[in-house]
């Protein structure tokens, strides 16, 4: 039985949620809810919940406080980023962390 957003959000750890701003112009700044689904030592992935999903990456550089903020648009680096936080295991030499919040993603599309 799928779980209404609102109930899921107030039982998420505040760690876990996110508020992405995007500028669309120089006017113009649109905000998207977002979950924590993944994470390595270095990166977050995130995922918007807006009708159409998108995934979005959280890159702390390990020899800097610079952060990355990108949204992905090839699917094949969220499948590498989920297997290097666990989806198999320890890989490439890091160990990460699946949430639960990808799995109410997958049961409440």
Do not use: C
Request: hydrophobic share 35%; net charge negative.
């Amino acid at each position: 039985m799928p779980l209404d957003l609102a109930s899921f959000l107030h039982h998420t750890p505040e760690s876990e949620k996110t508020t992405v701003y995007v500028h669309l112009d120089e006017d113009e700044i649109a905000s998207y809810e977002a979950l924590l689904v993944a994470q390595t030592r270095w990166r977050k992935l995130y995922i918007t919940l807006e009708p159409k999903r998108r995934y979005l990456t959280h890159t702390q550089q390990p020899d800097g406080e610079e952060v990355e903020i990108d949204f992905l648009q090839d699917y094949e680096e969220v499948e590498a980023i989920m297997e290097d936080a666990g989806l198999d295991g320890i890989h490439d030499g890091e160990q990460g962390i699946l949430y639960h919040n990808l799995l109410y993603l997958l049961m409440n599309p």
